[in-house]
């Protein structure tokens, strides 16, 4: 299986300061990567080299030829002064197809609608984003995500702003659109528990310990890394 | 009864000024759609004042005698030049170590409005040509602006029914317009000059003041009257041409400067709208 993405000896960081060198890592199609580390480890960063919208500082990041990222970002970042429609905001996921100066073809619109409905946001559609909860919101984004028919699907801290069930209603509609579509997932979290249960591989990341681990779960979890990488007994017994 | 009266008999003195009035109200507030949801209002202050100082500029330097130059690089081109290139200066540049984005805004503000007042008294024309500059005082305007102005507006309203998702999308999220590879500067440069055309061009018809008012509060109103996106740029402008066309009446029949009742109507739209939102959540 060829990679989607890869990272050779990659160093990320701002404006020529490195924050962590020698990232090596390689996403293939239908994989579940699960981002860990504490605030500030460079999860964010990381995610944002392998989006292109940070350069790397040295090393080579690889894209399959013609990828589309379907990106859903902390729902916190976008400004409530805007009276925009979920709809509309779905409709923006398509623009990863069509080009500025274009507009949306009918097409368009009818993969925007199911978009909504594979979500289960229908009901939404004409509701301003800003009016809605936390998990609605979340589900926006997811729609917008995969209204683009992404090859990955990527998404920072999906259940931050959402309570318990809210948090396992997400993963489970991340799981099943997974399945559905064979897309590649990247998620960036600080909940190991989430993490653990819906991904299959893991990156462990903190940039004050110079951590960067990656690999298959049950490989990662096995070198009892997590205890260093936490500073905690997670095997009390 | 009677004044209106008056008013209508004397149509061949304010319909000229009323039709730059009206378009530009309509422009000014459809653009300052995007002004203010960027929250980039007092860019546009700025620049409204760069373009007076462009204008003063051109003044000044007729009357020390550089008329070839002022002749080759008339006071609208010289405003337009300053103007587009602070509002290139402000799309791509975000960033300002250790200053924030704000204080160089201010810093803009500052300077051009300095310097306008500084080249008004330097100005052998005397100050009246730089109140009108700065207030809009002017109860006519030149005849060529008559075609001007809304020859302008239809050209940005071109170019923003081409590029009106990608502005709202550069707009609301830029970093995902960044992954999917628009280009954004590109795009965010080509949006301010927009703004900046207008208001160069307005800046010298009207004033500082009415536009900078134009710009800012049509949108503020029609944000609170409305939840749909495209209904806020359609009602926006509404406002913008009713402030406008009443600024012009209420300066006529009142004998009040035209540019300073311009910005009163607008701000009464305002506080209606604050009321009716008021109203509307009980």
Known sequence: ?237 | METLNEFINSYFLWRDPMIVGAVTGAICGFLGVFVVLRRIIFVSATLTQISSFGVALSFYLESIGLALFSTLIGPFALSLILTSIAAAFYALKKDFSRISREGVIAFGFLIASGGVIILGDKITRGSHDIATILFGSAVVVDPMDVYLIPGIAVLVLIIHLVYFKDFIFISFDAESAQLFKYPVKRLNTLLLITVALVVAVATRALGALPVFALLALPPLSSLYLTEKLKLVFVFSAIIGVLSAVLGYFFSFVLSIPTGASIAVCASIFFVLALVWQGIRKG
């Open chain 1, 1 to 237: 299986m060829t990679d989607l993405i890869r990272l050779e000896n990659v160093e990320i960081g701002y404006e020529k300061a490195g924050l962590m060198d020698s990232i090596n890592l390689a996403i293939e199609s239908n994989q579940f990567w699960g981002i860990l580390g504490p605030n500030g480890s460079g999860k964010t960063t990381l995610l944002k080299t392998i989006l292109s919208l940070l350069p790397p500082i040295s090393g080579e990041i690889s894209l399959e030829h013609s990828l589309v990222f379907g990106y859903v970002p902390q729902n916190e970042k976008f400004d409530p002064i805007f009276p925009i429609s979920v709809c509309e905001i779905v409709s923006m996921g398509r623009y990863s197809r069509v080009k500025p100066g274009k507009r949306l073809t009918l097409l368009d619109r009818e993969i925007v609608t199911k978009s909504l409905d594979s979500v289960g946001i229908s009901h939404l559609k004409d509701r301003t984003f800003r009016s809605l909860s936390g998990g609605e919101k979340q589900r926006t984004l997811l729609a917008r995500a995969i209204a683009g028919e992404p090859d990955v699907l990527v998404l920072d801290e999906p259940t931050a702003s959402v309570d318990i069930k809210g948090e396992a209603e997400i993963m489970e509609l991340v799981k099943k659109i997974q399945a559905e579509s064979k897309v590649a997932v990247l998620m960036v979290s600080h909940f190991l528990n989430t993490v653990s249960e819906y991904s299959d591989h893991l990156i462990l990341i903190d940039k004050d310990s110079n951590i960067f681990q990656a690999g298959m779960k049950a490989e990662i979890l096995k070198h009892g890394s997590l205890d260093t990488f936490f500073g905690l007994n997670l095997h009390p017994n």
